[in-house]
């Protein structure tokens, strides 16, 4: 079964600095990809998604991913982080090999910005 | 920007006692989802529900849990009997199509079983 490993629950960065957020998804075939970002009290809202064509992705709030087939990977990052950035992220992936729809989730990391 | 509405926004239910939660999708949307998140725990898929029928659910979403489209707006999650592990935060979410196409997702209901 498709499964998503998120890793590090907690990512404490300063304000400025680089955020990488880690994924990794199992199946041999590539499946789809998002990142959600949910702010304490609200619904999951996407980020941004992967699904076929260019492997690195923009989306909102200067956030942007790159699928790497070859390590099974869909990290984000956002070259410098700013406060409104502290969140929880989640990486979810959907299996384009058969007729599942379903988001499956990853753990999800909470960042964390210092001033 | 169209969003997924759910109500209410938290719901106190007295254990075994039925209870409903509420969602209308983005107006141009076909698919339809809930999920759910126990405290501290993974988002978790529950049902997928397509052209006025379930297309998929997940081994959670036993007897106890139906869902309905009773017009042609509203999206309905109802929990016949409910156990203290029900207790979660129930999220809808809608999308244009299947697969590729992003999910869309509520505020969530946040459900307290007594």
């Known amino acids: 079964a498709q499964s998503v490993t998120q890793l590090g629950s907690h990512v404490s960065v300063s304000e400025g600095a680089l955020v990488l957020l880690r994924c990794n998804y199992s199946?041999?075939?590539?499946?789809?990809l998002f990142w959600y970002v949910q702010y304490p009290n609200q619904g999951l809202q996407l980020l941004l998604k992967?699904?076929?064509?260019?492997?690195l992705v923009k989306g909102i709030n200067g956030f942007e991913a790159e699928f790497k087939k070859s390590e099974t990977s869909f990290h984000l990052t956002k070259p410098s982080a700013h406060m409104s950035d502290a969140a929880e992220y989640f990486c979810?992936?959907?299996?384009?090999?058969?007729?599942?729809?379903?988001?499956?989730f990853g753990s999800g990391t909470r960042l964390l910005v210092r001033p | 920007e169209p969003e997924v509405t759910q109500t209410p926004s938290h719901q106190v239910t007295q254990m075994g006692q039925e209870v409903i939660l509420r969602c209308v999708p983005i107006s141009n949307h076909l698919y339809f989802y809930w999920y759910r998140q126990i405290l501290g725990q993974k988002v978790e898929f529950l049902v997928s529900?397509?052209?006025?029928?379930?297309?998929?659910k997940s081994e959670i979403f036993d007897d106890q849990f139906s869902v309905e489209r009773p017009d042609g707006s509203n999206f309905t999650l109802k929990i016949r009997s409910t156990k203290l592990e029900d207790s979660a935060m129930y999220f809808c979410a809608s999308s244009e199509g299947a697969g590729y196409q992003p999910q869309h997702f509520g505020d969530g209901t946040r459900l307290s079983i007594l």
């Open positions: 199946s041999s075939v590539p499946p789809y």
């Open positions: 529900f397509y052209n006025n029928e379930i297309s998929e």
């Open positions: 992967y699904t076929t064509g260019a492997t």
């Open positions: 979810a992936v959907s299996d384009r090999t058969d007729s599942s729809y379903k988001l499956i």
